[in-house]
């Protein structure tokens, strides 16, 4: 048996089963009258009318999205060749106004 909640959710499922499985039976209420708006606001998913749910595999992306786990992989990419030979140039030197 997995600890991870989400996954035991079926794809679309409620305000409430998301709750308790992302915050907890103690939790849940709040979360869902107050965390739930702002989290919209954000990019949360909403709930899909023709299956009265939150598609379960949209919210973990948004968490993954959130908690910046799938963030920065694209950053690493090399950005082209490297130029060493800059550093061997020499610096310009910039004459005064006064001469």
Known sequence: ??????S????????????VAIVGKDRAS??????IPQLERKGFPR???LHDGRPV????RFYEGYF???AGFS???PDGKEDW???????????SADE
């Open 1 to 6: 048996m997995t600890d991870d909640l989400l």
């Open 8 to 19: 035991q959710l079926p794809l679309f499922a409620t305000d409430q089963q998301l709750a």
């Open 30 to 35: 709040m979360w869902v009258k107050t965390v």
């Open 47 to 49: 709930i899909d009318p």
């Open 57 to 60: 595999p949209l919210v973990r």
């Open 68 to 70: 910046g786990i799938t």
């Open 75 to 77: 950053v690493a990419a």
């Open 85 to 95: 030979s800059v550093w061997n140039r020499r610096r310009r030197t910039r004459r």
